[in-house]
């Protein structure tokens, strides 16, 4: 060997393992013995007060965790909830409660609903053009006060 180095033709080529004679052959017999002569283990759990009393404490607080974050359901209201009732009982509501048609233009949904132009079409078809003259009139002047 020169200056440290290995060389493999150098190396003893022996196997260093040895195995002893019908080895393979009795495997099996060995590991069933093993196998039978152990009886089978239960597993033992160890019940102590704190670890309960830790258990009871953390279902409480996932039970509460839930309670607080579900929101409540509430039952559905139908195909049209509002079908039944006529369009005079509707305005009378909201002449008494004093809405305009203007706090009703300022909700989303309301919004949403006259995002085409049929829809404000269908609702604009059958009013007077003095009316709407008048309104928009109203809400210039407004504006310009502002």
Not at 19 to 43: C, D, G, H, M
Request: net charge negative.
């Amino acid at each position: 060997m020169d200056k440290g180095r290995i060389r493999l033709d150098d190396l003893r080529k022996e196997v260093p393992f040895s195995v002893p004679e019908n080895y393979f052959e009795q495997l099996p017999q060995i590991i069933q013995s093993k196998i039978q002569s152990e009886p089978a283990r239960k597993p033992v759990i160890s019940w102590s007060w704190q670890r309960v009393s830790g258990m009871v404490a953390a279902m409480a607080l996932v039970l509460m965790l839930v309670w607080v974050t579900v929101p409540e359901r509430q039952g559905s209201l139908g195909q049209e909830p509002l079908s039944g009732i006529s369009n005079a009982t509707i305005i009378n509501y909201l002449e008494d409660e004093n809405i305009s048609y203007f706090d009703l233009s300022e909700h989303k949904v309301v919004q949403k609903a006259f995002e085409t132009d049929s829809t404000v079409l269908y609702y604009l078809d059958g009013l007077d053009d003095d009316i709407l003259r008048q309104q928009i009139q109203e809400s210039i002047s407004g504006q310009e006060t502002i």
